[in-house]
């Protein structure tokens, strides 16, 4: 039939019409592809090779291909020193360990970060390399009853941050993140205190203590340490025999009661803390506004953030990461460095200077100095102190020189008749040997004795030298062997090796056989 034949080649044609078409955009597809790559290629032949190494690195970096990155990135950096992508190569290479995680991958992190500021230190990069530097320890850090040497690492490179870029961007992210590490180690120290302080150990369990309310005052447990602090100062009290004593530690002891009631107002101790306070005799201090707020701000945030307790403590046990959800989320932290100046040792020692919190034991100290300088614990005699005997030494000394004081080539006015050395005249050269004595011969004769303590009748005595004649032999009773030296009127040259010589070197006993040996009665 003609017409069934005509169809068919009118449906031959089409299909193979729609055929040849399909083939054309398909091979120009293909063709476009190429174009595109050959584009591509050309490109990167046209570009810099330290750029081309650079976008190659950064691309096996999206694709988590971190060994790959990184070879690129040490290629572009041994290869082409002065390349504007050396600080981007660097910084990328720190990245890369950063972000593949791993102690080992961290700690490596930490050094190139660090290489970077050493050699970059003037970029604003800077700030981003020290931030993360504490971030790396941030995420090594373990719990608080453990090894604390990531912690305290990352606590000072947030410091070292804040200190350098206080008003960088990140500064509110690096304060909460330095919170949160000063929370794990003051509840540290703060296990560690409790330990000693059910032991009964109470030196090492207040030195601890002094420690976690002296640095960490954000720290959520710091009412129950000054609280345990407070207690450790009333048993010292209690085993104190010295009054002064125990004043000292009952004002110790009320501190910290009153560091409770400011800064932490809304603690369950703060109604025990009045009472002691009360019960002592101390004034009650008003709550400071901005704990309360900082109190409160904190109790909701934890009312918010309170974990089911028994998935609390799944996770605790299988994580090794510390739990911060504790930490304080306002406030100033500490950005001192951490000191050594609390010892076990000294801690309850009388006197001992308790929290840096306002706590003044200096008259207590200063009290104690004093006793000790006047009182001798070998026994000897109280000369070779120097506390409260230091006046007495000095006003002897005065006595016994106050003749010395004439003008040289000049008499004493008003001297009486001779009648012993004391009646001379002064000669003109004062360290000559013959030099008069100021006090009696080593033997004196009982009919001299008279002579030199009473002036002659119908003599008035010098101004001033009858009391100092009169008072001689008291003070010399009382003065050291120099002074015995000099009243023996032995020549200049032995005054002056005398004088020379250190009188805490000599012994009491010298100095007494000294004394009685010049002046025998």
Not at 112 to 125: G, H, K, R, V
Not at 264 to 274: N, R, T, V
Not at 302 to 320: C, F, G, Q, T, W
């Amino acid at each position: 039939m003609p017409g069934t034949h005509t169809k068919n080649r009118l449906f031959l044609i089409a299909t193979l019409g729609v055929c040849l078409v399909n083939s054309g955009c398909l091979m120009g597809g293909k063709k476009t592809a190429k174009t595109q790559k050959s584009k591509t290629e050309d490109l990167n032949a046209s570009a810099e090779p330290d750029k081309v190494l650079y976008d190659r690195a950064m691309a096996d970096m999206k694709k988590a291909r971190y060994t790959e990155g990184r070879l690129s990135l040490q290629t572009l950096i041994n290869t082409y020193p002065d390349s504007e992508y050396l600080a981007k190569a660097k910084l990328a290479q720190a990245d890369s360990y950063y972000k593949e995680g791993g102690t080992s991958n961290l700690t490596q992190s930490v050094s190139e970060y660090a290489d970077f500021q050493t050699f970059f230190p003037f970029l604003d990069e800077a700030a981003y390399a020290q931030m993360q530097i504490g971030m790396a320890h941030y995420r090594m850090m373990e719990k608080s009853d453990r090894d604390t040497t990531q912690a305290y690492a990352a606590e000072d490179a947030f410091q070292a941050f804040l200190l350098k870029y206080p008003q960088n961007a990140l500064a509110p992210q690096a304060e909460q993140h330095l919170r949160d590490v000063q929370e794990v180690l003051a509840d540290g120290e703060f296990k560690i205190a409790s330990f000693y302080f059910v032991k009964q150990d109470y030196r090492a369990s207040g030195a601890r203590l002094v420690e976690v309310t002296d640095r960490y005052p954000l720290y959520s447990g710091s009412d129950q340490a000054l609280w345990m602090l407070g207690d450790v100062y009333q048993r010292a009290k209690q085993l104190s025999k010295n009054e002064d004593d125990k004043n000292h530690w009952a004002d110790l002891a009320a501190k910290c009661y009153d560091r409770i009631l400011r800064n932490y107002p809304l603690s369950k101790y703060a109604q025990d803390a009045k009472a002691r306070l009360t019960s002592m005799g101390m004034p009650v201090p008003a709550a400071d506004p901005n704990a309360v707020a900082r109190m409160q701000k904190q109790q909701l945030y934890a009312k918010a953030h309170r974990p089911n307790p028994l998935k609390k403590v799944e996770m605790d046990a299988l994580r090794s990461s510390p739990d911060v959800t504790m930490a304080a989320r306002s406030g100033a932290p500490n950005l001192n460095p951490p000191t050594d100046a609390v010892s076990a040792t000294d801690i309850l020692k009388p006197g001992a200077a308790g929290p840096t919190f306002g706590v003044s034991a200096a008259s207590t100290a200063d009290s104690g100095t004093a006793d000790s300088g006047t009182v001798d614990e070998g026994g000897g005699s109280s000369v070779v102190s120097s506390g409260g005997n230091a006046p007495t030494a000095a006003a002897g000394a005065q006595i016994i020189a106050a003749p010395n004081a004439v003008a040289p080539g000049t008499t004493a006015p008003n001297t009486p008749p001779s009648n012993g050395p004391i009646n001379n005249a002064a000669p003109a050269n004062p360290g000559a040997p013959n030099q008069p004595a100021l006090a009696t011969p080593v033997n004196p004769p009982a009919s001299n004795l008279a002579p030199n303590n009473t002036p002659p009748a119908g003599t008035a005595p010098p101004p001033g030298q009858g009391n100092a004649t009169a008072s001689s032999t008291p003070a010399a009773a009382g003065t050291t062997g120099q002074a015995g030296t000099q009243a023996s009127g032995q020549s200049s040259s032995a005054q002056q090796k005398d004088s020379a010589a250190d009188p805490k070197q000599e012994s009491t006993s010298k100095k007494k056989k000294g004394i009685h040996k010049l002046i025998p009665w």
